[in-house]
């Protein structure tokens, strides 16, 4: 059974930072792409960062570029999104997925899901 177990979240004023974990079970781990995707109030969830199954490659949305890195240990079965220079527009509950493909830049390819994490950033 594939368990995907995100932790970190919080509260965190404009500018500050948090980091992400998210650890996996019952799979492969280092097969699988992982990403991150977050659902803010009233708006449909949205792709924020995925890393392919090595971690040589790494892709990330527009909005959090240059602020946010995603990065996977796969000995330790777990993957980080560190955040830093948090904006109020990040608030949302973050979810981490894995995707089978190993390549991790196709959204649809996700096939496991966390149960999410919240964010808050205040102003």
């Known amino acids: 059974q594939v368990q995907l177990v995100e932790s970190g979240g919080g509260l965190v004023q404009a500018g500050g930072s948090l980091r992400l974990s998210c650890a996996a079970s019952?799979?492969?781990?280092?097969?699988?792409?992982m990403g991150w995707f977050r659902q803010a109030p009233r708006k449909e969830r949205e792709f924020v960062a995925a890393?392919?199954?090595?971690?040589?490659?790494?892709y990330y949305a527009d909005s959090v570029k240059g602020r946010f890195t995603i990065s996977r240990d796969n000995a330790k079965n777990t993957v980080y999104l560190q955040m830093n220079s948090l904006k109020p527009e990040d608030t949302a509950v973050y979810y981490c997925?894995?995707?089978?493909?190993?390549?991790?830049?196709?959204?649809?390819?996700?096939?496991?899901w966390g149960q999410g994490t919240q964010v808050t950033v205040s102003s």
């Open positions: 997925a894995a995707d089978p493909s190993g390549l991790g830049y196709s959204p649809p390819s996700y096939d496991y």
């Open positions: 019952g799979l492969t781990f280092s097969s699988y792409a």
């Open positions: 890393s392919s199954w090595s971690g040589c490659s790494t």
